[in-house]
Nanobody
Framework: QVQLVESGGGLVQPGGSLRLSCVAS????????MGWYRQAPGKERELVAF???????NYAAFVKGRFTVSRDNAKNTVYLQMNSLKPEDTAVYYC???????????????????WGQGTPVTVSS
């Protein structure tokens, strides 16, 4: 019903920047929160940042001041601008979204959470 596709990952040197994008498509009535998570090898998946439909942003402490989350509601897209990257930022980055697929779901507040397939980010010299 709903697909999330991330792009923009890759290999970057320490101190460099990357911009991740995630586009939601399919049966979408409205999207509530959109966010980014990451999972490093051997570690649990952790929240990086999320943004509400109204534009309020929240960040994990370890990325504050370096990463910026934004969204384009008209395009059902969320972005993650990552600056001053460190080797410890190496992980697979996943986006997720709370999606209402019809009016009834939205009225009842019953959003479904969808995940993208992930895009790898490697920070190394």
């Amino acid at each position: 019903q709903v697909q999330l596709v991330e792009s923009g990952g890759g290999l970057v040197q320490p101190g460099g920047s990357l911009r991740l994008s995630c586009v939601a498509s399919g049966t979408i009535f409205r999207i509530d929160d959109m966010g980014w998570y990451r999972q490093a090898p051997g570690k649990e998946r952790e929240l990086v940042a999320f943004i509400t439909s109204g534009g309020n942003r929240n960040y994990a402490a370890f990325v504050k001041g370096r990463f910026t989350v934004s969204r384009d509601n008209a395009k059902n897209t969320v972005y993650l601008q990552m600056n001053s990257l460190k080797p410890e930022d190496t992980a697979v980055y996943y986006c997720n979204a709370e999606v209402f697929t019809n009016f009834q779901e939205w009225r009842s507040g019953l959003a479904e959470i969808y995940w993208g397939q992930g895009t790898p980010v490697t920070v190394s010299s």
